[in-house]
């Protein structure tokens, strides 16, 4: 993880932006429009990712009168601007001349112009066209006195990660060449004695097409992903190593994220200051697939935001919403009620972003985007949303002390992207890895116990892991020497390390190890599984006695056995054909300990082992708060902010145990206070 000490997100404070699209709205409007976003204390504006023909409007012909005079007025009227590079949107006259560097679908035929991120990362022609405007922009708005940093296309990876071009196929073939050297190589790899898939030549191997049940080799799938991180990396490299010859020496760069098939350690390694995030906790009342029975809703958002602090402990929110969702022909979403709008600005605050930018300023009144709600409705009039942004600038102006905290956890749930990317294809890892995730995370929610996701990376230190008292690691399917290394180090150390079923029964290939379970993880956990099965649907749930607790070992069971005199069964089934079988092994290894479980974890189960291993409820002795309200806390300097959120439309009651300095109202309390509907509480301790 890299620390953050940069730029606007630079510890000092915490401000206000939103999206503005000064091409869509006649220029007269422009003034008035600054004027009433810093009246609301609104002081940043994200301009630009869209417009790629108001700088080239035709081949090699830059002009850039249009954003000259829209910066000029931000700068005369002392309005930061957030620069984007426009690459998300190629034009029409570049789509049409140059075809390839459009997208395809699996049958390789190309997407149309029409939407937007239809281009593919690869196509040489379109890395040309987007590295001289990329030069271009740099030289002419580097200086720019009033941009404060700049943010790399837009949302890499949304809608779209899947690459069907033939650049996309070329390059593939390059990628498994550097990564193979030899076909021997890559078929050895990809196990193609295996229903004859074995290449002969470099032209036999494709990108993952369509094929009869749209079935592939999962090992090819795997390189595929990979190469599509890669890809994705690369691309945003060639415009951060740009634009970083021109920018100002404290301007950032930063792209809005976080998508599936990314390795956003690497991007923000090689081309971020940080990560910003678009945040739309609105999802969770979409009208097609609103759950009534869902105690979370909105405050799911918050496993997102923890993924984003995984790339950036503080980060920025790009885009926050600040109307009902919408696009024409897909997704839908009602208005924030009064008060969500400020509760999901505080969520985010709460998880560690620094920059809160509301997508957007004024609704779309054209195009795909018209039910997209931004602050202001289609007439601009001044509206409820309008003074509840306002309402909010004035209560962030009392949390500044807060700018620059890190979250404050001591649980650590590991993940890599190699698991990660297993399981977009491979069901049985799925099914398990969504239910221990979802699980631990309602769990450790609802105990108040914070946590982390930390990624385990080539550059993951032993003193990255060191600071937390329990580490998760679910179901680490693919394991590496080197992450065992790693974790035993940890153990060793004093740490507490769980893991879950399935662990270790793959190589870096996806490839089964021929070895016994749980493969490099035995020696750290003792435990050895002779037996293993899915749960049978005639068993539906099978159970685990821990001590005289009943828990659940979800979807997957390994029947395990110590295999050393230091490991010991702390559970066993209570049912199905393995019923008092061991199912929970714990070892002692060094000053620390390691537990196999053999099962995905229920919320039942995961709360079971917080409480066990000593991390749940951290703030016990200072805040006690029903389980529908979250706790979030960032520290600086010795300084602890805890974040009390109310989701409900209804009040909720809390006690602080101990005296705490309420930020918001300004005055110390103690005992029984009342949260109002959407109400977040700010205290220092
Ligand atoms: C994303 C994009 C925006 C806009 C919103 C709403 O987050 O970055 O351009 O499309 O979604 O759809």
């Not at 990108?207 to 090992?219: E, L, Q």
């Amino acid at each position: 993880m890299q620390q953050n000490n940069r730029k606007m997100i630079n510890g000092k404070s915490i401000i206000l932006g939103t999206c503005y699209y000064p091409e869509q709205w006649d220029k007269k409007l422009w003034a008035e429009d600054i004027d009433r976003m810093l009246a609301a204390g609104i002081q940043v504006v994200r301009v630009a990712e869209f417009a790629w023909n108001k700088f080239e409007p035709r081949e090699g012909e830059y002009d850039f009168t249009f954003f000259d005079e829209f910066l000029k007025l931000a700068e005369e009227k002392g309005m930061k601007v957030i620069f984007c590079t426009p690459t998300a949107t190629p034009p029409a006259w570049l789509s049409t001349k140059y075809p390839e560097i459009l997208n395809a679908d699996q049958d390789g035929n190309l997407f149309r112009h029409g939407n937007r991120r239809h281009y593919n990362y690869n196509s040489p022609i379109y890395r040309e066209f987007v590295a001289k405007l990329t030069e271009q922009m740099g030289t002419h708005y580097g200086a720019h006195p009033a941009i404060i940093g700049w943010q790399l296309d837009n949302e890499l990876n949304c809608e779209t990660n899947e690459f069907y071009s033939e650049s996309d196929t070329k390059a593939f073939r390059k990628f498994l060449q550097d990564k193979y050297e030899n076909l021997d190589a890559l078929n050895a790899a990809w196990g193609t004695d295996f229903w004859n898939q074995t290449y002969t030549d470099w032209e036999e191997v494709d990108v993952p097409r369509r094929t009869n049940n749209n079935t592939t080799n999962p090992h090819r799938v795997l390189d595929y992903i990979r190469f599509i991180s890669d890809s994705t990396c690369s691309f945003a490299k060639l415009q951060a190593d740009i634009l970083k010859k021109y920018i100002k020496p404290d301007d950032f760069i930063t792209t809005n994220g976080i998508f599936d098939r990314i390795d956003y350690q690497r991007m923000q390694r090689e081309s971020l200051d940080f990560i910003t995030f678009d945040s739309y906790p609105d999802f969770a009342y979409g009208l097609d697939d609103y759950d009534e029975k869902d105690p979370f809703k909105d405050r799911w958002w918050s496993m997102k935001l923890t993924e984003v602090r995984s790339t950036s402990p503080v980060f920025g929110i790009m885009e926050q919403q600040s109307g009902a969702d919408g696009w024409t022909n897909r997704l839908e979403a009602p208005t924030p009620k009064p008060g969500q709008l400020t509760l999901w600005t505080m969520q985010s605050i709460a998880h560690g972003s620094d920059y809160i930018g509301y997508f957007r300023w004024r609704t779309s009144i054209m195009g795909t985007e018209i039910y997209w709600h931004g602050i202001l409705d289609y007439s601009g009039r001044d509206n409820r949303r309008l003074r509840e942004v306002k309402a909010v600038s004035e209560k962030i102006k009392k949390l500044q002390p807060v700018a620059g905290a890190e979250y404050a956890a001591k649980i650590g749930i590991l993940k890599d992207y190699d698991n990660n990317w297993d399981t977009n294809y491979d069901n049985w890892h799925r099914r398990v890895e969504r239910q221990s995730q979802d699980s631990l995370f309602l769990a450790l929610q609802q105990l108040h116990a914070p946590y982390n996701y930390v990624y385990l990376t080539e550059e993951t230190k032993p003193e990255d892991l060191k600071k937390y008292e329990v580490l998760f690691y679910p179901h680490a399917t693919i394991l590496t020497k080197e992450k065992m290394a790693l974790l035993e180090t940890y153990v060793a150390d004093g740490g507490k390390l769980v893991m879950g079923c399935r662990t270790g029964y793959k190589d870096r290939t996806g490839k089964c190890v021929m070895d016994y379970l749980p493969g490099l993880a035995s020696k750290v956990t003792g435990t050895d599984i002779p037996e293993y099965s899915f749960v049978s649907p005639e068993d539906k749930h099978v159970y685990v006695d821990w001590d005289g607790e009943k828990v659940e070992a979800a979807i997957f069971n390994d029947i395990l056995a110590p295999v050393c005199e230091s490991a010991e069964v702390l559970g066993t089934y209570t049912n199905s054909y393995y019923a008092g079988e061991p199912a929970l092994i714990r070892n002692s290894f060094g000053k620390g300990e390691a537990y196999y479980f053999g099962g995905a974890f229920a919320v039942d189960t995961a709360k079971l082992f917080a409480r066990k291993l000593k991390v749940a409820e951290p703030f016990k002795d200072v805040i006690e708060l029903p389980e529908c309200c979250e706790l979030a806390v960032r520290e600086k300097d010795g300084r602890q902010f805890l974040f009390v959120l109310n989701y409900q439309p209804r009040e909720e009651q809390i006690v602080l145990k101990k005296q705490a300095f309420d930020m918001l109202a300004e005055e110390s309390r103690e005992g029984n206070v009342t949260l109002a509907p959407y109400e977040t509480k700010v205290y220092e301790l």
